[in-house]
């Protein structure tokens, strides 16, 4: 069935350092690519996504990328702050038309100041 | 900023009850999800919404829940005859097509006793 990687399960970084997640996707029709950021206590939240058809996303701080080939995308964090620190979860959407994402397990990231 | 709002944010119930998570989506927005998390575990799909009617469901969403779009602004989610194991963090999301980002709220955290 399908199923999404996710790593590191956890991750430590010196504020200012750069950061990065990385997931595989196994079904190859995927073609949507979100990535959010849940703070304790609160609901997933939005923060980059990329369709099949772009290799390269960028968003400030934030830039995502894609190789289909490969079926990896990856998130990258740069000049990460403390409030960066929470927990990311990369997913992948198929081509069904109605959006059911399937999640990684998540990246605990803390970002020491 | 619109948003997806949940209630409660926390409901106990006892083993064999019955319970509904209420959900308001984003106005504008056609379609809707639940998903769930089990604590320290990644989100799961249980079942999107459209257009009055299922348009896809998991595993997971077996003949004890359902789904329902009341009136015009609330979606909820019933859980027939609750199990210990239905104990979790319930999300609900919303996206204006099928195709583009899913918003969550901020969940309901149900725990069965």
């Known amino acids: 069935g399908e199923n999404v990687e996710q790593h590191p399960s956890t991750l430590s970084v010196q504020e200012g350092d750069s950061a990065v997640i990385k997931c595989t996707y196994s079904?190859?029709?995927?073609?949507?690519f979100p990535w959010y950021k849940q703070e304790l206590g609160k609901g997933p939240q939005l923060i980059i996504d990329i369709r099949s058809n772009v290799g390269e996303k960028k968003d400030q701080r934030i830039a995502v990328t894609l190789n289909k080939t490969a079926k990896h995308f990856s998130l990258h964090i740069t000049e990460t702050q403390p409030e960066d620190s929470a927990v990311y979860f990369c997913?992948?959407?198929?081509?069904?038309?109605?959006?059911?994402?399937?999640f990684g397990a998540g990246t605990r990231l803390a970002v020491h100041p | 900023e619109p948003e997806v709002t949940q209630t409660p944010s926390h409901q106990v119930t006892q083993m064999g009850q019955e319970v509904i998570l209420r959900c308001v989506p984003i106005s504008n927005h056609l379609y809707f999800y639940w998903y769930r998390q089990i604590l320290g575990q990644k989100v799961e799909f249980l079942v999107s919404f459209y257009n009055n009617e299922i348009s896809e469901k998991s595993e997971i969403f077996d003949d004890q829940f359902s789904v329902e779009r009341p009136d015009g602004s609330n979606f909820t989610l019933k859980i027939r005859s609750t199990k210990l194991e239905d104990s979790a963090m319930y999300f609900c999301a919303s996206s204006q097509d099928g195709n583009t980002e899913a918003f969550f709220g901020q969940g309901t955290r149900l725990t069965v006793v």
């Open positions: 079904d190859s029709a995927s073609n949507y």
């Open positions: 997913a992948a959407s198929g081509n069904s038309g109605y959006n059911k994402l399937i």
